[in-house]
């Protein structure tokens, strides 16, 4: 996504310091502020870093946070990329207020006390399109193929997590991650919905048990948050196997469907309105605590809008 990312790293001369500290009751803050229970804050709250996650993937990760109690893990969709990309573009520019350290602050905004995760994916075609490879099957497009179901999307995304996590509070190798219990809420924007599709399907070897840490990793998700999903496939937009759609209905206690006339009403791709429809009534069938908003309704369906709800869900 984004133009040049091959020329520009996140790497170089993008990483923002961060102070952190597990402060201790009594103590002071680099703030001068006392503190009068141990807590967990960044004092600076905007970093970029190279995270490493499972069997040898990576992928960089925008960090954005302070006091926090829960993580938002954010997958953005095509187009989206660090500012410097986005700048550098044709085309892209014109979206550029849409880049991944802009959205990681809307994200903060919508989701208070948490830290926020926004996950670059591994590849961009044409430095526009997003490809998320590392989570799960695709074409050089990004298009999924969801077949796979042990690719290893949830354990890449704990892996992910546990090393953003260590590097931005600076955990000392062996020392206890101190947000092993927080709550986790997944949210995919976009093409970045293709990676919530794929952990609907892994999520039946958490109901098989095969893994204890990884079952442990799958109960703390909280939340998963579907906007506007869409990619340039002809199926499998919103997953509608009532299968698989079971898992996701019995092990995630809140199910966020946002959505806005860009994808459900474009004439050239019938099925996702369609898929999206049937996405939402199978879960209701199935007991889960689904909630759905159209936005825009009243509006055309325009790029302009379809970004927009990143600031309105």
């Known amino acids: 996504m984004g133009g040049g990312n091959a020329s520009r790293s996140p790497e170089e001369g993008a990483d923002t310091p961060v102070y952190c500290a597990l402060l201790p009751k009594g103590t002071t803050s680099p703030n001068g502020e006392l503190v009068y229970s141990r807590e967990i804050r960044p ?3 905007v970093r970029r870093m190279l995270a490493h996650g499972h069997d040898g993937r990576k992928n960089d990760v925008v960090f954005c946070g302070s006091e926090a109690q829960q993580h938002v893990v954010f997958f953005p969709g095509d187009v989206q990329d660090c500012v ?16 991944l350290e802009s959205t990681a602050k809307i994200l903060e905004k919508r989701f208070p006390n948490s830290f926020i995760w926004v996950v670059r994916p591994s590849r961009y075609h044409l430095n526009t399109f997003a490809c998320y490879q590392n989570f799960v099957e695709a074409d050089m497009f990004g298009v999924p193929d969801h077949r796979n179901h042990d690719y290893g999307a949830l354990y890449h995304l704990r892996a992910l997590l546990e090393s953003a996590v260590k590097q931005v509070l600076d955990i000392p190798e062996g020392e206890e991650d101190p947000t092993f219990d927080f709550q986790v809420i997944l949210v995919g924007f976009s093409k970045g919905c293709v990676v919530l599709n794929q952990i609907i399907y892994e999520l039946s070897t958490v109901s098989a048990g095969v893994d204890p840490c990884l079952n442990d990793f799958a109960s703390r998700i909280s939340a998963m948050y579907w906007l506007d999903g869409g990619h340039s496939g002809e199926s499998n937009t919103w997953i509608t196997d009532e299968k698989f759609l079971d898992h996701l209905a019995k092990h995630v206690p809140r199910i966020r469907v946002h959505v806005t006339p860009y994808q ?3 004439a050239t791709r019938p099925w ?8 939402v009534e199978n879960l209701r069938s199935l007991g889960a605590n689904v909630k759905v908003k159209v936005h825009f309704q009243d509006r055309d369906p325009s790029l ?9 869900f």
């Open 272 to 279: 996702i309105g369609k898929e999206q429809k049937k996405f």
């Open 84 to 99: 410097e990309n986005m700048e550098t573009h044709a085309h892209n520019k014109k979206w550029k207020q849409w880049n």
């Open 43 to 45: 004092w600076r709250s």
């Open 264 to 266: 459900i009403k474009d």
């Open 304 to 312: 302009a809008f379809h970004f927009k709800l990143l600031e309105s």
